[in-house]
């Protein structure tokens, strides 16, 4: 997945003044961290909200697990950018906490599976149900067709590779 960052074109209208671009491209950057910060800041309470230790790579590694099968250690790190090392002491830190479970591969006598807990899909499935609430709640007041405008917009930013360069 490429960044809405990435210097890919995609769909660009006519040329506009760069003069009156700038000041508007800074609200849109300020905007986007505003963004990013609420996001890591949700991504804790969610963590903190399945276990109080638990820190945002468990997380994210909880939320691949627990919308896909079993997953290689290995195929975790990959995704989630990450060093094997980190990979492996993240999957044993979960694992002490009884967030997840590993297995050997059937397919891979190396390698180890791994698997979300009860418990831990349990409360991943809590706070991403309450993340819901949430943003029904911020976009309850919208018209739908405003709803609307803004995944064509985010979906416009986000399939940036569409186009070659």
Do not use: C
Request: no cysteine; charged share 30%; glycine share 4%.
């Amino acid at each position: 997945m490429t960044s809405p960052f990435s210097d890919s074109r995609v769909g660009r209208g006519p040329a506009a003044e760069p003069s009156a671009l700038e000041p508007l491209i800074n609200d849109v950057e300020k905007q986007f961290s505003i963004m990013v910060v609420k996001a890591r800041q949700a991504i804790r309470r969610r963590a903190t909200a399945i276990h109080p230790e638990l820190q945002p790579l468990g997380y994210k590694v909880l939320s691949i697990l627990a919308s896909e099968d079993a997953q290689q250690q290995i195929v975790l790190a990959e995704e989630l950018q990450v060093d094997k090392a980190t990979m492996s002491r993240m999957i044993k830190w979960l694992e002490s906490k009884e967030l997840v479970t590993r297995v050997p591969d059937p397919d891979d006598g190396r390698a180890m599976l791994v698997s979300i807990t009860d418990i831990a899909r349990a409360g991943y499935l809590e706070s991403s149900a309450e993340s819901r609430r949430l943003l029904r709640n911020r976009l309850g007041s919208w018209e739908p067709a405003e709803i609307q405008r803004f995944v064509d917009l985010l979906s416009k930013l986000n399939d940036n590779d569409a186009v070659a360069r």
